[in-house]
C-alpha cells in the first residue's frame, strides 16, 4: 500500500513538473520576451547623450611639491636611477600615499547600478526557466534503441541549445562582476595618481562601455527567449513523443 502510495505521488510530481514546463515554453517565454521588448524602450535603455551616465570622481589633484633647492631634486633622480640599474627599484612611477577618501567611500556610478539591478534578476530568471525546462525534455529522452532515433536527435539538440543558452546567461553575471573589479583598480589608481588624466578619462569610458553591455545584454535575454520558444513550439510534437510505436509505423 505504502509503495503504491509512493508511486502515485512521485507520478503526481512528474505530471505536474510536465505542466509547468509546458506553460513556461507556451505562455511565460512569450510573455517575457515582450516584457523584455518593452524594457529596450524605456528611457533608462535609450539615452542618446552618454555624458548623463558619467560619474564624477571626486579625488582632487594635489599640488605640486616644490623643491627647495635644484641639487636635491638631481640627487633624488640620480638616487631612482641607480635604484633602476640595480634592479631594485620598481619600473614605475611612485604614487601618491592614500590613506584615506577625501570624501569618505568612493561611490560607485549609480545610474549604471541602478540599471544593473534591474538587468541582474532578468538574467537569473532564464537561467532557472532555461534549467527547469533543459531537465523537462532530458527526462523525456528514451531509453538507447537502435533506429528510429530521428526525434531523440531533436531532443538531444533542444538540450544542447538550452545548455548554451544558460551559459552564455551566466557570462552575464561574470561580466558585470568584471566590470566592477576593473572600474575599482581604475579609481585606486586614480587615488594614487589623481594627476594622471587617463585613468580618468578610462573611467568614464568603460562606463559608457558597461552602459551599452547592457543594453545589447537585454535585447539578447529578449532575442533567447524567441529563439528558445520558436524552437521548442515547432519541434513540440517530437520532444514530447520521439518514437512512433510499432503499431503506427505498420499504418
Known sequence: MNSLLKVDNELNIKVKNVIYAENLVASFFPNKLLELDHFLKDPILNICELKEIHSEINLTVPDPILLSNLHDGLEAQNAKKRKMEDGTGEDKMAGTKVFIMPSGMMKSNAKLVDLIEKVK???????????????????????????????????????????????????YLDQISGYYITRAKLVSKIAKYPHVE??????????????????????????????????????????????????????
Open 121 to 171: 534578476p532578468e538574467i537569473r530568471t532564464l537561467i532557472e526557466k532555461c534549467n527547469t525546462v533543459k531537465m523537462w525534455v532530458q527526462l523525456l529522452i528514451p531509453r538507447i534503441e537502435d533506429g528510429n532515433n530521428f526525434g531523440v536527435s531533436i531532443q538531444e539538440e533542444t538540450v544542447a541549445e538550452l545548455r548554451t543558452v544558460e551559459g552564455e546567461a551566466a557570462s
Open 198 to 251: 587617463d585613468y580618468r578619462r578610462t573611467v568614464t569610458e568603460i562606463d559608457e562601455k558597461k552602459y551599452i553591455s547592457l543594453k545589447v545584454i537585454v535585447s539578447e535575454l529578449r532575442n533567447q527567449y524567441v529563439t528558445l520558444h520558436d524552437m521548442i513550439l515547432k519541434n513540440i510534437d517530437k520532444i514530447k513523443k520521439p518514437r512512433s510505436s510499432n503499431a503506427e509505423a505498420l499504418y
